[in-house]
């Protein structure tokens, strides 16, 4: 945990909301890597974005694989990582 109390976190803002699981993202191997190894310190925020609206739903316990050595990132799609983990709050 952060001096704050809160886990730093991985932002993910989707503008087309119709289009959310198609998406891809780069994921940096060291957020793997800490989300491998200290997982209650790793959260994926998702934020759907609908005109003037936003919903952002918290994802935690991501199940990454570990990453081939010498890999800057990985890229996904957003409903693989959504898959991943669990929904840990909606709002």
Do not use: C, W
């Amino acid at each position: 945990m952060t001096k704050a109390g809160f886990a730093p976190y991985l932002n993910l803002e989707i503008s087309n909301a119709d289009k959310l699981d198609a998406a891809r993202q780069y994921i940096k191997t060291n957020e793997i890597l800490t989300a491998r190894n200290v997982p209650e310190q790793f959260i994926l925020a998702v934020v759907k974005v609908d005109g003037d609206e936003a919903h952002t739903t918290y994802y935690g316990n991501l199940k990454f694989k570990e990453p081939d050595h010498g890999m800057a990132y990985i890229t996904y799609n957003i409903g693989k990582l959504r898959d991943m983990g669990d929904v840990i709050y909606v709002g």
